[in-house]
């Protein structure tokens, strides 16, 4: 499992992986523009269910600008992940430099009612260099 999500953060009973994947095809480096995928996978361990309402990124570029992006849910849903299940999504980052990071958190709820915020674990964003 590391080896298809090196980024890894366990808060309480909910573990939060990352994968990355530079895309050439989106990206435009003469103009400006760095784009990657990223791959998240939030498990479950717990004994009840837990429902992800609200996401909070902090995307840093290489020139150390913050960017903070907040809203409801991921890819346009709040799942709710019973537990022992997972749930997977991807979504994607623009950057207009070669380099960055990212970070976060989600607010989840359980089923019991108890709300929580579940550590996203900060990951690289690293263009390939590319011969001139």
């Known amino acids: 499992m590391k080896a298809l999500f090196p980024h890894v953060a366990q808060t309480g009973d909910v573990v939060v992986r990352v994968s990355t994947s530079y895309l050439a095809e989106q990206s435009d480096p003469r103009r400006g523009r760095w784009f990657w995928a990223y791959h998240i996978r939030l498990e479950n361990m717990g004994d009840v269910g837990v ?8 995307i840093t570029d290489g020139r150390g600008a913050r960017h903070t992006v907040e809203g409801e849910g991921v890819v346009g849903e709040q799942p709710l992940i019973a537990p022992g299940g997972s749930f997977d999504y991807v979504s994607g980052c623009p950057l207009t430099t070669p380099t960055g990071s990212m970070q ?4 989840m709820i359980a089923e019991d009612g108890a709300a929580f915020d579940v550590a996203i674990p900060k990951f690289a964003l690293i263009a390939p260099a590319v011969a001139t």
């Open 104 to 107: 976060g958190s989600y607010h």
């Open 51 to 58: 429902q992800l309402l609200t996401r909070h990124w902090i």
